[in-house]
Antibody, heavy 121, light 107 residues
Framework: QITLKESGPTLVKPTQTLTLTCTFSGFSLRSSGVGVGWIRQPPGKALEWLTL???????RYSPSLKSRLTITKDTSKNQVVLTMTNMDPVDTATYYCAHSHPSTMAIFDYWGQGTLVTVSS | DIQMTQSPSTLSASVGDRVSITCRASQSISIWLAWYQQQPGKAPKLLIY???SLESGVPSRFSGSGSGTEFTLTISSLQPDDFATYYCQQYKDYSWTFGQGTKVEIK
């Protein structure tokens, strides 16, 4: 059974750096074809894909946010970490981590419950 | 970026209705399109991938069609659990984008 869970701060100040951790079980990021991504959703708004990391350490970033994002993995801990710099109130959103679908490696078949991050002074 | 536009934004329907949601891409994405369902306060759930492939465990009343720039999600007979918001996602290139969502509400 695949599960994912996001953890990190619920409140960050403008200009600070956000670090979120996705802890997963039921699969390994050492296995070929596996990926874990991050997607966010501002309150009442649409989904926005942020980044994804693959088993071979290939990383993909949203072009509009690339300069602010870093994704890393720790296969021994079954964790993926998202870092987003220079946070702004418009970055207030629920942040989800998700497992990439094995047939495409580009869509998401298992999601965490999400964690709401509020950016405010 | 490839822009995805869904219509309508809101759809009012009754249990048992056949409903369709359209997703248009700003350029051709072949068949690289997925559909998700999101219940309030929950994470999205994958329904359809590669435009028309039904994800395992998803009821057969859901179907997808289309290619190129125009795609459709159809629910053949709306059930109470289907009142939710639906999103399309293109994955043609490594700049994946979602539509703005279509809320299916009770008429």
């Amino acid at each position: 059974q695949i599960t994912l869970k996001e953890s990190g701060p619920t409140l960050v100040k403008p200009t600070q750096t956000l670090t979120l951790t996705c802890t997963f079980s039921g699969f390994s990021l050492r296995s070929s074809g596996v990926g874990v991504g991050w997607i966010r959703q501002p309150p009442g708004k649409a989904l926005e894909w942020l980044t994804l990391i693959y088993w071979d350490d290939d990383k993909r970033y949203s072009p509009s946010l690339k300069s602010r994002l870093t994704i890393t993995k720790d296969t021994s801990k079954n964790q993926v970490v998202l870092t987003m710099t220079n946070m702004d109130p418009v970055d207030t959103a629920t942040y989800y981590c998700a497992h990439s679908h094995p047939s495409t490696m580009a869509i998401f078949d298992y999601w965490g419950q999400g964690t709401l991050v509020t950016v405010s002074s | 970026d490839i822009q995805m536009t869904q219509s309508p934004s809101t759809l009012s329907a009754s249990v048992g209705d056949r409903v369709s949601i359209t997703c248009r891409a700003s350029q051709s994405i072949s068949i690289w399109l997925a559909w998700y369902q999101q219940q309030p306060g929950k994470a999205p759930k994958l329904l359809i991938y590669k435009a028309s492939s039904l994800e395992s465990g998803v009821p057969s009343r859901f179907s997808g069609s289309g290619s190129g720039t125009e795609f459709t999600l159809t629910i053949s007979s709306l059930q109470p659990d289907d009142f939710a918001t639906y999103y399309c996602q293109q994955y043609k290139d490594y700049s994946w984008t979602f539509g703005q969502g279509t809320k299916v509400e009770i008429k």
